[in-house]
Every structure is written in structure tokens, then in C-alpha cells.
């Protein structure tokens, strides 16, 4: 009996340009209101992108806002409160901490019942008699923030340290036993899952072959096209290697699938519908993008679609930084043409581009054309006014050729 793999059909090759279109176009970076506008196109923008990580880091507006930003376009912070108090989104983890589709959530009971079994690397408590003390003061006084065991309550022993209380407090809601109702600030308020969760919610544990076909729609509808090493990017264990690569054997023997040859030379697939007709239209319009917006997160995929070669600096010490501390990726048209380090002086109303590099993509004139300059100054503008700034100061542009031009554009 010939193999399955003997019997896939032929590799379609695909431009890097049809690529970058998809990819874009998928991540609604292509138009101005993809997903329309209000709380209703922040919902409909977190279940296409699949997730929205949260970051602590707030020289400029913070990750999941940025994100959100840069596709509805009357974004407000209080849409994403306000989805999660309906019940609508929930916070858990991603590839990393995340907003999430609550549609979504039981393909993260797996990795919540291996937080439980400690079978995960970043364990955040094993103190399993602290924990069940905290899960029933959470069960008796409501909802309840780290801060709220800083001291012990009146008449207890003084067992309350907040640290080892705060990793109990993580440790529960990464195994499911909590979760997260809100935010002050950046606090996290967390309550009995049982509280929490709306009714309806679908709570069947999936079986690996779920998972890889949810992994599988989900990025694609996402991204445009899948590579597998970036479905699976931080999931450990050969079993769901194996599950995806069924998924999509399965899929291209169906012809729901086609195998494309990047000209990288690594294998992508696609839903058929996507190559049909012609690639969507690339308007002249910049954005800034967030180092954590899906669109850019993994770096091997970014380099071999955008010819970019794009690595967020601010885990790395200062003598090796390349570019800045937090540089945002520019995008234009359909390239990625340069990055940003710029920092939201809030308090002065002041939006500082400490270093702009801008980075013709090789062999294309496009970062030259006259639509650039007037699109990329709206783009720093239009994110100046979201982080709550109204002055936009340059400090240094390279290549140098090009500060006068870009101080120019931003006074116009």
C-alpha cells in the first residue's frame, strides 16, 4: 500500500509578494476598518487573530491596546473590559499571557490539566496546602487581587506572604481553578472558575486530533497560510507534531489543503479559496506595529515572507542592542519597510522618535515613492494621539539623508 505521504498532490509555488498579501490581508492590516468599528470589531478581531498578548511594557501604549489599534480604528481599552465582563473574551495563556475567544476555551484544558499535574516547565507553585488555603478565602470573600494578601486578614496567623501567596494565586488560575475577572491597573482581580465561566461554555477536553485541527483553521484564518513549525511554536511533545501532520495529510488528500513552495524553500499550505482570483489590493497607508502583534511575532516566518529580519531588544543588555530599546515595525503597502524606538513622554504630551530606521526592502523602490513620507507621518501621528500625546519630537533617523524629510512631513 503506497504511503499517504506518496500520494500528496503536487506543490503549488507561490510568490513572496501573494505571500505577503494573504498574510496581511488575513491579519486585517490590509483596510481601514476590517473588522468595522466599537466593542463589536475588537470582538470579531480577537476571534480571526485567535489571540491578543498582554504586555507589561508601556513606553508606548501597551501590547494588546497597540494591537487592537492598529485594526479598529476607534479602539478604546474599556471594549476589551467590557467583552470580558460579558463573557465574551477571557484572559489565559497563549504562547504567552493572552486575551482569548471564549469560544475557544476548552482547546486550553489541555495545558491547564498539565499546570495541574506539574508536568509543564514554568510551574508557579507547588505548595499545594497554600493554594487550597487561598482557593477557599477566593471561594468565601469574592473576587480578590494579589494586594489583597499583602497583610494578613484580622485575626489570622500571619501565614499570608504575599509572594508564595501571589505564585499560589497564578498557579490556580494556570491550572483553571481561577480565573481572571478584570484588571486595575495591571492587578489582576481572580475569582472561582464556577463564578466566572458563562454557562454554556463548552468544556469537553479535546482529544490531540481537535487540538491540531483547531490550531490548524485558527491560523490559517489568522495568517493566510501555515507553516507547521509556527503552528506548533512552544507546544510541547511529539504528540501534537504528529496530530497536525495528520490533520494536514488528511486535508490535502480531501483538496480542502494545498502544499505551497515559499521561495525560501519552505513548505506553507493553504485553503484552495484563497489562491483564487487575484491577491487583495495593497493600499498606500503605513502602520506601526506593535513587537508583539501576531503579524510579526515569529521571527523565521517574518524573515522568509517580509524579508525581515525583526527581533524585539528589550530582553537583550544594551551593549548588544541593535536598534532600541522597544522598536516598532513599520508597515507600508505590503513590505515592512523600517522600525521605530520611540517613547510616549505622557506626562509632557510628548510622542519621541528616538531612532527611526527606515529599510528599503531589496530590490524595490517602493519606501521611495511620493505616497510614503504623508502615509508614514499619519501612521505616527495617528499613534501619538492613542498613546495620549500631541507633540512629535525626532530625535535621530537613519540614513541621516532622510531626518529632514521625515521632520518635514511630521510638521506638515
Not at 157 to 175: C, D, H, I, V, Y
Not at 195 to 221: C, K, N, S, Y
Request: charged share 25%; hydrophobic share 40%; with cysteine.
Amino acid at each position: 500500500m503506497a504511503s499517504r505521504r506518496a500520494t500528496r498532490p503536487p506543490i503549488t509555488p507561490v510568490s513572496t509578494e501573494r505571500l505577503r498579501r494573504m498574510a496581511l490581508h488575513a491579519q486585517g492590516l490590509l483596510e481601514q476598518t476590517p473588522f468595522g468599528r466599537g466593542r463589536g470589531a475588537v470582538q470579531r478581531a480577537v476571534e480571526r487573530l485567535g489571540y491578543v498578548q498582554i504586555d507589561t511594557i508601556s513606553v508606548v501604549a501597551r501590547a494588546h491596546d497597540h494591537v487592537l489599534h492598529s485594526r479598529v480604528p476607534n479602539y478604546e481599552p474599556k471594549h476589551l473590559d467590557r467583552l470580558q465582563d460579558a463573557g465574551v473574551l477571557f484572559e489565559y495563556w497563549y504562547h504567552a499571557a493572552a486575551y482569548l475567544p471564549m469560544r475557544d476555551y476548552r482547546f486550553a484544558l489541555p495545558h491547564m490539566e498539565r499546570m495541574r499535574n506539574f508536568e509543564e516547565r514554568w510551574i508557579r507553585s507547588r505548595d499545594t496546602k497554600l493554594m487550597a488555603e487561598v482557593l477557599a478565602r477566593v471561594a468565601d470573600e469574592g473576587p480578590l487581587m494579589a494586594r489583597d494578601f499583602e497583610s494578613p486578614p484580622a485575626g489570622a496567623s500571619g501565614w499570608w506572604n504575599w509572594k508564595p501567596t501571589k505564585r499560589a494565586l497564578e498557579q490556580l488560575f494556570m491550572q483553571g481553578d481561577l480565573m481572571v475577572t478584570g484588571r486595575d491597573g495591571f492587578q489582576k482581580s481572580y475569582d472561582l472558575r464556577e463564578r466566572v465561566l458563562p454557562a454554556d461554555t463548552d468544556t469537553r477536553m479535546p482529544t490531540q486530533r481537535e487540538l491540531a485541527d483547531h490550531l490548524l483553521e485558527t491560523t490559517i484564518g489568522a495568517h493566510g497560510f501555515i507553516a507547521p513549525k509556527a503552528v506548533t511554536h512552544l507546544r510541547r511533545g511529539q504528540a501534537i507534531r504528529q496530530a497536525l501532520t495528520a490533520a494536514i495529510d488528511d486535508r490535502l488528500a480531501a483538496g480542502t489543503l494545498l502544499a505551497l513552495q515559499q521561495p525560501c524553500g519552505v513548505l506553507a499550505y493553504t485553503e484552495p479559496e484563497r489562491l483564487e482570483g487575484r491577491a487583495p489590493r495593497a493600499p498606500g497607508r503605513a502602520l506601526l506595529l506593535s513587537p508583539f502583534d501576531p503579524a510579526v511575532i515569529h521571527r523565521d516566518r517574518v524573515l522568509s515572507v517580509f524579508d525581515f529580519d525583526y527581533q524585539i531588544e528589550c530582553y537583550l543588555k544594551e551593549a548588544d542592542r541593535r536598534f532600541g530599546y522597544f522598536c516598532l515595525p513599520i508597515a507600508y503597502r505590503d513590505q515592512l519597510v523600517g522600525r521605530v524606538d520611540c517613547k510616549a513622554h505622557r506626562d509632557e504630551g510628548r510622542f519621541e522618535l528616538k531612532h527611526l530606521h527606515l529599510e528599503p526592502p531589496r530590490g524595490s523602490n517602493k519606501l521611495l515613492d511620493a505616497g510614503f513620507l504623508p502615509a508614514l507621518a499619519d501612521a505616527i501621528k495617528r499613534f501619538a494621539a492613542f498613546n495620549g500625546c500631541a507633540e512629535v519630537t525626532v530625535t535621530k533617523v537613519s540614513p541621516g539623508s532622510w531626518q529632514e524629510p521625515v521632520a518635514e512631513s511630521l510638521a506638515g
